[in-house]
């Protein structure tokens, strides 16, 4: 079955390029575009397509409102968000993933990457283009609390090898790989540390490992 996509960005020439990116993968099909945020979050609310790939800057809402909107803390169903941008600021990575966003590129990342991070985010993975993701957790490291929050319950040997390996970027593939576990072993390990360190997603668990000098 083909992951459903929402392509929304305010200029023409890029939503048609991202469009045409995507219709020529396999296993992928655009089900959807808008031009800016107030239509991006009509047709994603109508589509309730499998991932909106959104630009972070749009005119009538950014994107990182309609994230917010569509897949933070208070959307009642929440949806699989990738943003992609021009501008690479901590700013707007640090707000596009607050709000929710399962995925960060910049938009000169190049076609493999975008559609791993379709991919991932489809899958409940989240992807951050490489070149951002040490700077932007070493941010959230330097702005957390002096006292690291502590787990509900103490991590096992094994969830603290996953953990080390999700600050350090890697997919759920790779971790499956470099332990020599099950893919679903690795889903299960990683929801139980969310679990435990009351994280919303693995960002948030990569940002405890960072705060706790596991990395």
Not at 65 to 87: C, K, W, Y
Request: aromatic share 4%; glycine share 6%; charged share 20%.
């Amino acid at each position: 079955m083909s992951i459903r996509v929402v392509v929304a960005d305010d200029q023409d020439l890029v939503r048609a390029g991202l469009v045409m990116i995507l219709g020529a993968q396999p296993g992928l099909e655009v089900v959807g575009e808008a031009a800016d945020g107030l239509q991006a979050l009509e047709v994603a609310t109508r589509l309730r397509p499998d991932v909106l790939l959104i630009d972070i800057l749009m005119p009538g809402l950014d994107g990182v409102e309609v994230t917010r909107r569509l897949a933070g803390p208070d959307a009642t169903d929440p949806m699989a968000v990738v943003v992609i941008t021009t501008f690479d600021l901590d700013e707007y990575v640090l707000g596009a993933l607050r709000a929710g966003a399962r995925g960060f590129l910049l938009k000169n990342a190049g076609p493999q990457l975008l559609v791993q991070a379709i991919h991932a985010a489809a899958n409940g993975d989240a992807l951050i283009a490489p070149n951002v993701t040490r700077r932007l957790l070493q941010t959230f490291a330097d702005r957390a609390p002096a006292t690291p929050t502590q787990p509900l319950h103490p991590l096992t040997e094994r969830e603290e090898e996953v953990l080390v390996l999700v600050a350090r970027g890697r997919s759920n593939a790779e971790i499956a790989a470099e332990l020599f576990i099950s893919l679903s072993t690795v889903k299960t390990h990683i929801a139980s540390l969310m679990a435990k360190l009351g994280a919303r997603n693995r960002v948030e668990v990569a940002i405890w490992a960072y705060d706790t000098k596991r990395v």
